[in-house]
């Protein structure tokens, strides 16, 4: 598996996880608490997104929601930042890796 599949593999099972998450709120929680989708498979942050960020973050397959500062400058781009958090999107091979597995 290239570096690039790599990231792309791990950022999506952060992401997994965290569609299970979001079930959360579609009881009625207007925030709930994620993981980082970060590329780091041993990231334990934690990011607070409200409905209408997740919605955001999850409107484009190759994006991911990330803990300020948690990027791979060498596979992507911070096209948004939160105080709170930031909004990462893949370019070459791990965005194409990435909306393979969305």
Known sequence: M???ERIAYNEAWF???????AEWMNAGHPVAGFRCECWRI???ARVRLSRREWEEVRAQADRFAVAPGHTASDVESVVKEYPHFWIVEKRGEAGEEAEKVA
């Not at 992401?15 to 998450?21: C, D, F, P």
């Open 2 to 4: 290239s570096h690039d």
């Open 15 to 21: 992401r997994n996880l965290n569609e299970r998450k």
């Open 42 to 44: 041993d990231c334990g």
